[in-house]
Nanobody
């Protein structure tokens, strides 16, 4: 079993930056594709960014391209990082990290069996 815990959320003004971290624990954490999703109030959860264990080009939602960067730290138990810049009020949401093996489509939620509890990001105007 894999446990994921997000951290780094908070309140920030528009134009500011935040960095989210997703820590993994449990069974040996190797070979997992990681992704970030978010859910704004009254909206469905949506894909934000994803990165494969093997590397390659990360995937991003159009709404965050050029502003957000997903990465991972293989040397630490940090499964995934999400650097968020030029934040907008519409980025306000609960952000979740997700993990899975053999993810064919990074943006499809039901391919990820492991999820964190989420961290709140609020961007004020």
């Amino acid at each position: 079993q894999v446990q994921l815990v997000e951290s780094g959320g908070g309140l920030v003004q528009a134009g500011g930056s935040l960095r989210l971290s997703c820590a993994a624990s449990g069974r040996t954490f190797s070979g997992y594709t990681m992704a970030w999703f978010r859910q704004a109030p009254g909206k469905e959860r949506e894909f934000v960014a994803g990165i494969r264990w093997s590397g390659g080009t990360p995937a991003y939602a159009d709404s965050v391209k050029g502003r957000f960067t997903i990465s991972r730290d293989y040397a630490k138990n940090t499964a995934a990082l999400l650097q968020m810049g030029s934040l907008k009020p519409e980025d306000t949401a609960v952000y979740y990290c997700a993990a899975g093996h053999q993810i064919s489509n990074l943006g499809v939620q039901n391919q990820y069996p492991y999820w964190g509890q989420g961290t709140q990001v609020t961007v004020s105007s």
